[in-house]
């Protein structure tokens, strides 16, 4: 069972921001450089299922830096300073970069012209978000001990990845 105090300690810890969360993730459009997007996230204005920048939403804080870039896409390391609701999706998606494989904040596939059968085969196929939590460190609640958690991207993603490494770009 686990310890009363244990998920108040985690809510808490996520409100001082002291959980560490970061994510690989491939984007359709190519960002030039890393930065940080701090833009409040909320319910879309007009379709309330969506989650969306509005100037009414709770603040919101996510890191970003390119890893790797290829013609229509790059791969990314995200980091969240808070923990909102599809804030990596929506994020980048409103700063232009939405996920491969979003079906509800990307759009159609970005395929750059002259794409090999396998890249466009690989990109066309992928059926979930380019978005995989790599590691997750916290400060466990009884003993005060950090504790962290690495989990390599799984096999979807790697193939994804190598197909688009027949795509990178030089630099």
């Known amino acids: ?54 100037p009414g939403g709770k603040q919101a804080v996510t890191h970003f830096r390119v890893l790797d870039k290829f013609r229509a896409h790059a791969l990314i390391e995200a980091r969240l300073e808070t923990g909102r609701t599809h804030q990596i999706r929506v994020h980048l998606a409103w700063r232009g970069y939405p996920l491969l494989g979003d079906p509800v904040y990307s759009g159609r596939p970005r395929i750059p012209a002259n794409a090999s059968a396998p890249l466009l085969s690989a990109v066309k196929s992928f059926r979930r978000q380019a978005l995989h939590a790599t590691s997750l460190s916290l400060r466990h609640p009884t003993s005060g001990e950090k504790v962290s958690w690495e989990q390599p991207p799984p096999e979807d993603m790697n193939f994804l990845l190598q197909a688009l490494g027949e795509d990178k770009i030089a630099g």
Request: aromatic letters at 2%; glycine letters at 6%.
């Open 1 to 54: 069972a686990r310890p009363a105090a244990a998920r108040p300690d985690r809510v808490t810890q996520l409100s001082r921001r002291s959980v560490s969360r970061h994510y690989l993730a491939v984007t359709h459009g190519v960002p030039v450089a890393g930065e940080t997007i701090d833009q409040p996230v909320g319910r879309h204005p007009v379709d309330r299922v969506l989650i969306a920048v509005t």
